[in-house]
Nanobody
Framework: QVQLVESGGGLVQPGGSLRLSCIIY????????IAWYRQAPEEEHELVAK?????TTTYADSVKGRFTISRDRNTVYLQLNDLKPEDTAMYHC????????????WGPGTQVTVSS
Protein backbone atom coordinates (compact mmCIF):
# COMPACT_ATOMS: atom_id res chain seq x y z
CA GLN A 1 0.00 0.00 0.00
CA VAL A 2 1.35 3.41 -0.94
CA GLN A 3 0.74 6.20 1.53
CA LEU A 4 0.03 9.79 0.54
CA VAL A 5 0.11 12.61 3.07
CA GLU A 6 -1.11 16.13 2.33
CA SER A 7 -0.21 19.35 4.10
CA GLY A 8 -0.43 23.10 3.60
CA GLY A 9 -4.11 23.74 4.20
CA GLY A 10 -5.39 26.36 6.58
CA LEU A 11 -7.47 29.48 7.05
CA VAL A 12 -6.83 32.29 4.57
CA GLN A 13 -8.59 35.52 3.67
CA PRO A 14 -10.22 36.00 0.25
CA GLY A 15 -7.57 36.90 -2.30
CA GLY A 16 -4.89 35.04 -0.41
CA SER A 17 -2.71 32.10 -1.46
CA LEU A 18 -1.78 28.68 -0.21
CA ARG A 19 0.45 25.89 -1.48
CA LEU A 20 -0.71 22.36 -0.81
CA SER A 21 1.82 19.52 -0.76
CA CYS A 22 1.34 15.79 -1.07
CA ILE A 23 4.20 13.42 -0.33
CA ILE A 24 4.12 10.02 -2.04
CA TYR A 25 5.74 7.48 0.28
CA UNK A 26 7.13 5.15 -2.36
CA UNK A 27 10.59 4.73 -3.86
CA UNK A 28 10.73 5.84 -7.49
CA UNK A 29 7.01 5.63 -8.19
CA UNK A 30 5.94 5.18 -11.80
CA UNK A 31 3.16 7.71 -12.08
CA UNK A 32 0.41 7.67 -14.68
CA UNK A 33 -1.34 10.71 -13.33
CA ILE A 34 -1.45 13.11 -10.38
CA ALA A 35 -4.54 14.99 -9.35
CA TRP A 36 -6.20 17.09 -6.67
CA TYR A 37 -9.85 16.77 -5.77
CA ARG A 38 -11.93 18.68 -3.28
CA GLN A 39 -15.18 18.23 -1.42
CA ALA A 40 -17.14 20.83 0.44
CA PRO A 41 -19.89 19.91 2.90
CA GLU A 42 -23.00 18.68 1.10
CA GLU A 43 -21.24 19.07 -2.26
CA GLU A 44 -20.06 16.56 -4.84
CA HIS A 45 -16.47 15.37 -4.92
CA GLU A 46 -14.90 17.63 -7.55
CA LEU A 47 -11.81 17.25 -9.73
CA VAL A 48 -9.74 20.40 -9.29
CA ALA A 49 -6.65 19.65 -11.38
CA LYS A 50 -5.07 16.66 -13.10
CA UNK A 51 -1.77 16.12 -14.87
CA UNK A 52 -0.91 12.96 -16.79
CA UNK A 53 2.40 11.36 -17.71
CA UNK A 54 1.54 12.11 -21.36
CA UNK A 55 1.74 15.81 -20.57
CA THR A 56 -1.94 16.67 -20.44
CA THR A 57 -3.08 19.01 -17.68
CA THR A 58 -6.69 19.92 -16.99
CA TYR A 59 -8.34 22.23 -14.48
CA ALA A 60 -11.87 22.76 -13.29
CA ASP A 61 -13.32 25.86 -14.94
CA SER A 62 -13.77 27.45 -11.53
CA VAL A 63 -10.02 27.40 -10.79
CA LYS A 64 -8.46 28.04 -14.21
CA GLY A 65 -5.91 30.80 -14.03
CA ARG A 66 -5.78 30.65 -10.23
CA PHE A 67 -4.56 27.14 -9.36
CA THR A 68 -1.49 25.28 -10.63
CA ILE A 69 -0.66 21.59 -10.25
CA SER A 70 2.95 20.42 -10.34
CA ARG A 71 5.25 17.65 -9.15
CA ASP A 72 8.83 17.45 -7.97
CA ARG A 73 9.98 13.86 -7.52
CA ASN A 74 7.80 12.37 -4.79
CA THR A 75 5.90 15.54 -3.92
CA VAL A 76 2.78 16.78 -5.69
CA TYR A 77 1.85 20.44 -5.28
CA LEU A 78 -1.22 22.55 -5.79
CA GLN A 79 -0.63 26.30 -5.79
CA LEU A 80 -3.81 28.17 -4.92
CA ASN A 81 -3.93 31.90 -5.71
CA ASP A 82 -6.67 34.50 -5.49
CA LEU A 83 -8.67 32.26 -3.19
CA LYS A 84 -12.43 32.71 -2.91
CA PRO A 85 -14.85 31.60 -0.19
CA GLU A 86 -16.26 29.01 -2.61
CA ASP A 87 -12.82 27.33 -2.66
CA THR A 88 -13.41 26.23 0.94
CA ALA A 89 -13.25 22.43 1.00
CA MET A 90 -11.25 19.38 2.00
CA TYR A 91 -8.58 18.88 -0.65
CA HIS A 92 -7.39 15.36 -1.46
CA CYS A 93 -4.33 14.28 -3.40
CA UNK A 94 -4.71 11.40 -5.86
CA UNK A 95 -2.09 9.46 -7.80
CA UNK A 96 -2.38 6.51 -10.15
CA UNK A 97 0.67 4.30 -10.27
CA UNK A 98 1.66 1.68 -12.77
CA UNK A 99 4.27 -1.03 -12.35
CA UNK A 100 4.75 -3.03 -9.15
CA UNK A 101 2.58 -0.66 -7.10
CA UNK A 102 -0.20 -0.51 -9.67
CA UNK A 103 -3.26 1.23 -8.27
CA UNK A 104 -5.20 4.36 -7.45
CA UNK A 105 -4.10 6.03 -4.24
CA TRP A 106 -5.61 8.80 -2.11
CA GLY A 107 -4.50 10.96 0.77
CA PRO A 108 -6.66 11.72 3.82
CA GLY A 109 -6.97 15.37 2.83
CA THR A 110 -6.08 18.85 4.04
CA GLN A 111 -8.69 21.48 4.88
CA VAL A 112 -8.72 24.84 3.10
CA THR A 113 -10.96 27.53 4.55
CA VAL A 114 -11.32 30.90 2.84
CA SER A 115 -12.99 33.46 5.05
CA SER A 116 -12.61 37.04 6.19
Amino acid sequence: QVQLVESGGGLVQPGGSLRLSCIIYENNPTIQHIAWYRQAPEEEHELVAKSTSEGTTTYADSVKGRFTISRDRNTVYLQLNDLKPEDTAMYHCNVFLVGPRYGDYWGPGTQVTVSS
